[in-house]
């Protein structure tokens, strides 16, 4: 790799480690876990950049592809010894202290657990690119082989049904 790829490769990386690390949190639930999903993405991008080709498609979209079968080998290896990420979506650092605000993250993280619950798997994966990953609708709609117009429409039912999972009425 030549020095001015790298340096590139840095550049991309301090851009896109964020919104890759809220990715991988969200669909992991865990910081650790996060950590090493997006180890492995960066790492997988690393040896394939000399090879990436910008005339089929953009490296956010070619970034998070790779984040994408990196969080699902992840699942595959978890399957495997037991557990599943979701029960842990939320497990964020209170911002103030106290038990009292404590309890109140727990119960919120635990409705939106329970409403991302009711999704099937590719509407969560979809939420989660666009939510945590900051994807837009035509990059998702690449990542996942689907429309554009067939991702906005899922994204519109997910929220609404969150909604009305979390209010308990029509939202």
Request: hydrophobic fraction near 40%.
């Amino acid at each position: 790799m030549t020095e001015n790829m790298a340096q590139g490769f840095a550049e991309f990386y301090e851009e896109w480690f964020p919104k890759v690390y809220n990715y991988a949190r969200h669909r992991t639930g865990s910081a650790t876990r996060a950590d090493e999903v997006v180890s492995e993405t960066f790492s997988r991008a690393l040896r394939s950049w000399p090879s990436f080709d910008p005339a089929k498609g953009d490296r956010r979209t070619w970034l998070f592809s790779i984040a994408f079968r990196a969080v699902a080998d992840h699942y595959r290896s978890e399957k495997r010894r037991g557990w599943f990420g979701l029960d842990f979506l939320l497990g964020l650092e209170p911002r103030e202290p106290g038990p009292e605000h404590q309890l109140e993250q727990a119960q919120e993280s635990g409705r939106v657990v329970s409403a991302l619950g009711d999704l099937s798997q590719e509407h969560r994966e979809i939420v989660s690119l666009k939510c945590f990953g900051g994807l837009t609708n035509r990059a998702i709609a690449k990542l996942m082989s689907l429309t554009e117009t067939n991702v906005a429409v899922i994204l519109f039912r997910s929220v609404r049904l969150m909604r009305k999972n979390l209010s308990g009425v029509e939202a």
